[in-house]
């Protein structure tokens, strides 16, 4: 008969999949650090030989590594979903940022029907409090604090779609945005009638997904990412005037 004893599970097997899927899940973030081994293996309820166990196969695997007198922390393991040849590419050419924003338009907007669907109540409570945060930054008028939490935002509306396929690769994609490879976020805050549109988008994509309206929040991240596109050609259409201008300026002094 086909049939063989059950042996228990090695404890350290069971550690190795707990933190498998805390990464898998987008919880434990590439560079964030695990806490130290008297304390892990204390949240854990397992002995510190099980867990060196665990933490050397995730090792192995590339999950997890070691920085001398600094402790372990998750790998950079999105680092490599662009080369640094294809990262120089795209911001280096206007077409890779058009296609980055149709990208977004599409994928966000699955994440926000999804998220309105699918999302707990507490990951509309995440949503709705990274929003009020925005809102507080608009008062304040801090183009750099509005930036970062406007990617915050867009992130917490994927996470709440639950799907981790989705949520790495938009994670992937999100870091290169805030390194400015696509296109300088703080710029378009720095407009203050900018300011005040985006803002109404959020608070109109915020207000689908509180409402579990899936139509109405793809329909409002659509808008959202063509008024990006839109507000993105003028700028670039500006900065090219500007440099004509100058050009005058220069030839009308040298007369």
């Known amino acids: 008969m086909p049939f063989q004893k059950i042996e228990a599970e090695k404890l350290s097997q069971s550690v190795v999949q707990q933190i498998e899927l805390l990464i898998l899940r987008g919880i434990l973030q590439p560079g964030e650090r695990l806490p130290s081994e008297r304390e892990l293996s204390d949240r854990l309820g397992v002995s510190r030989p099980s867990l060196r166990e665990a933490v050397s196969d995730l090792q192995q695997r590339g999950l997890l590594t070691s920085r001398p007198n600094a402790g372990i922390f998750v790998a950079d393991v999105l680092g490599s979903a662009f080369s640094p040849a294809l990262i120089g590419l795209f911001s280096s050419h206007e077409e890779a940022v058009i296609d980055y924003v149709a990208f977004r338009r599409d994928m966000e907007a699955l994440s926000a029907e999804r998220a309105a669907r699918l999302g707990t109540e ?13 809102e507080a930054a608009h008062q304040k008028r801090d183009p750099s604090d509005e930036a970062e939490l406007d990617a915050s935002f867009h992130m917490a509306i994927i996470e709440a779609s639950h799907n981790v396929v989705m949520l790495h690769m938009m994670r992937s994609m999100y870091d290169l945005l805030r390194s400015g490879v696509f296109y300088n976020r703080q710029v378009m805050f720095k407009n203050r009638l900018t300011r005040d549109h985006l803002l109404d988008q959020h608070r109109a994509i915020n207000d689908a997904v509180q409402a579990r309206d899936p139509a109405a929040a ?38």
């Open 218 to 255: 793809r329909a409002a991240i659509e808008a959202h990412m063509d008024f990006i596109q839109t507000a993105m050609a003028e700028q670039a259409k500006a900065g090219r005037n500007e440099a004509i201008a100058k050009l005058r300026l220069e030839h009308e002094h040298s007369k």
């Open 122 to 134: 507490t990951d509309l409570k995440v949503i709705a409090a990274v929003f009020a945060k925005m």
